[in-house]
């Protein structure tokens, strides 16, 4: 970055407000609200919204994601408290993630989901020692479904950003 903490500083309360929003909102630190990863193949299936990728999974890797965000901004403008708070709410998050969608022994998160898969790698919520497996676990979704990817708004980013830093054009 540049320095110029500039919009930084005007947005960090709006920021940390709509993090400690969402926080209020989880169950033991997962988020069941949202809208999901919905346009993936099987979307609409159960009448409506995603069909591969529970809400919960994609609305708690949200919440990862919002406060990291958030501890970053703090810590880019000196607020040390808020920055460890967001962390540790990030570590309890991490956690609660990974016991409630990931099947250890096999490296799958929540229903084989490509999306599953994608998001619990670009946001660093698989486990460091599990990575390889989950990776694993991505690819042969995307070539059991005939080399077709099948994820959402959410996973697409996530998916084209892991295929590609690992050597797959």
């Not at 099987?42 to 919440?63: D, R």
């Not at 609660?96 to 790698?121: C, H, I, P, R």
Request: hydrophobic share 35%; net charge neutral; charged share 20%.
């Amino acid at each position: 970055h540049t320095g110029d903490t500039t919009i930084i500083k005007k947005s960090y309360k709006p920021i940390k407000n709509y993090t400690n929003f969402v926080l209020d909102t989880a169950i033991d630190d997962i988020v069941y609200w949202s809208l999901g990863d919905w346009l993936d193949l099987k979307h609409n299936e159960n009448g409506w919204g995603p069909g591969l990728t529970s809400v919960a999974l994609t609305s708690t890797a949200g919440l990862y994601y919002l406060c990291d965000m958030t501890s970053q901004s703090a810590a880019l403008l000196g607020k040390e408290e808020d920055a460890k708070l967001y962390v540790d709410h990030g570590k309890r998050i991490k956690q609660a993630f990974n016991q409630k969608f990931l099947d250890e022994k096999t490296g799958w998160y929540d229903k084989e989901s490509q999306s599953g898969q994608a998001v619990a790698l670009y946001y660093n919520l698989a486990p460091d020692n599990l990575r390889e497996k989950v990776g694993q676990r991505l690819i042969e979704a995307i070539q059991n479904n005939n080399y077709h990817t099948s994820v959402g708004f959410i996973g697409v980013r996530p998916l084209i950003q892991y295929l590609s830093q690992n050597g797959y054009k």
